[in-house]
Structures are given as structure tokens and as C-alpha cells.
Nanobody
Framework: VQLQASGGGLVQVGGSLRLSCAAS????????MGWFRQAPGAEREFVAA????????YYSDSAKGRFTISRDNAENTLYLQMTSLKAEDTAVYYC??????????????????WGQGTLVTVSS
């Protein structure tokens, strides 16, 4: 599967953005999907994940209550709606697909395919 993330940009503190991740190749419904982010000088960290049909969602503590992960398998697209953005949310955001589900949805090495990343900059 090929993943293409988009929707990043510059937003003020308290603002909102919706990231998209378009998949091509194998149907998106065959993958557990996740969003990760990486700030300058920091390690890649888990943001959110979603099960094959959206029945289960998982969030990092920092994302819980502010971000919503969703998917549209018919459109082969993954989303991350981000609200109440903070300066510390500034990072490159990556979508990722896990084909062989291991249950370790928060672990980046478990994901098999990655998008190229989209930059989110939150200014104060």
C-alpha cells in the first residue's frame, strides 16, 4: 500500500486542522492504521490508531480529548481531526499502516508502511 498524507499547515494556538492520508494499492480496510508525529530533535511518537473498521480507537494522553482519528474505507482515506492545538503539537505527522496486527498499536516498529509526513506548525 502507498500512503500519502496531507492537510498540514500553519495554525494558531487553539485552532484546528484535519489531516488526511490517502491510500492506494491494497484496500485500506485490510490495515490497522495509525498516526505518529515527530518534532524536531525528538523521537517519533504515537498519536492515535484505529481498527480495521473503526470499531476501536486509541489515543496518546496528549491527543485524548482533542484529536479524533477516523477512516473511510470506501474512500481509502484515514483522517486525524485536531482541535485545540497547542504549540507542542508542532511536528511532522505521519500516517502508518499495520498489516499483521500484533496489538501493539502504539509501537512504531509494528507498522509496515508509512506515508511521507505532513508538517503541522502551531504558532503562539
Amino acid at each position: 500500500v502507498q500512503l500519502q498524507a496531507s492537510g498540514g499547515g500553519l495554525v494558531q494556538v487553539g485552532g484546528s486542522l484535519r489531516l488526511s492520508c490517502a491510500a492506494s494499492g491494497r484496500p485500506l480496510s485490510t490495515y490497522y492504521m495509525g498516526w505518529f508525529r515527530q518534532a524536531p530533535g525528538a523521537e517519533r511518537e504515537f498519536v492515535a490508531a484505529i481498527s480495521w473498521h473503526g470499531d476501536f480507537t486509541y489515543y496518546s494522553d496528549s491527543a485524548k480529548g482533542r484529536f479524533t482519528i477516523s477512516r473511510d474505507n470506501a474512500e481509502n482515506t484515514l483522517y486525524l481531526q485536531m482541535t485545540s492545538l497547542k504549540a507542542e503539537d508542532t511536528a511532522v505527522y505521519y500516517c502508518a499502516a499495520e498489516y499483521s496486527f500484533t496489538g501493539k498499536v502504539r509501537s512504531a516498529p509494528e507498522y509496515d508502511y508509512w506515508g511521507q509526513g505532513t508538517l503541522v506548525t502551531v504558532s503562539s
